[in-house]
Nanobody, 128 residues
Framework: QAQLVESGGGLVQAGGSLRLSCAAS????????MGWFRQAPGKEREFVAV????????AYGDSVKGRFTISKDSGKNMVYLQMNSLKPEDTAVYYC?????????????????????WGQGTQVTVSS
């Protein structure tokens, strides 16, 4: 049974940093995209970042480019999201997700409906 478990959320002041972690277990994710999404109250789930497990290809949502960095540690089956220069509008529940994508990062990495597995989410709150 595939399982994704996020950690690292919390309360931070604007301009600060947080690092989210996603522990992946229960199956091989070598043919998967590993993505981060976020959802603020009353808003739709938003694509944040993705990394392809095999090719290490990376993509970011426009709102986080230049501030967030996604990475992975294959040996530990971990995916990370380093978030710098945080803004109040980054406040949301952040989700780790896995999407089957054997041919590389593909074209649907930013669409939440194409993801196969989801974590439970971790809250990030940025105060002004």
């Amino acid at each position: 049974q595939a399982q994704l478990v996020e950690s690292g959320g919390g309360l931070v002041q604007a301009g600060g940093s947080l690092r989210l972690s996603c522990a992946a277990s229960g199956r091989s994710f070598s043919n998967y995209n590993m993505g981060w999404f976020r959802q603020a109250p009353g808003k739709e789930r938003e694509f944040v970042a993705v990394i392809n497990w095999s090719s290490a290809s990376i993509a970011y949502g426009d709102s986080v480019k230049g501030r967030f960095t996604i990475s992975k540690d294959s040996g530990k089956n971990m995916v990370y999201l380093q978030m710098n220069s945080l803004k109040p509008e980054d406040t949301a529940v952040y989700y780790c997700a896995a999407q089957l994508s054997p041919g590389g990062i593909g074209r649907y990495y930013s669409t939440s409906g194409w993801y196969n597995y989801w974590g439970q989410g971790t809250q990030v709150t940025v105060s002004s």
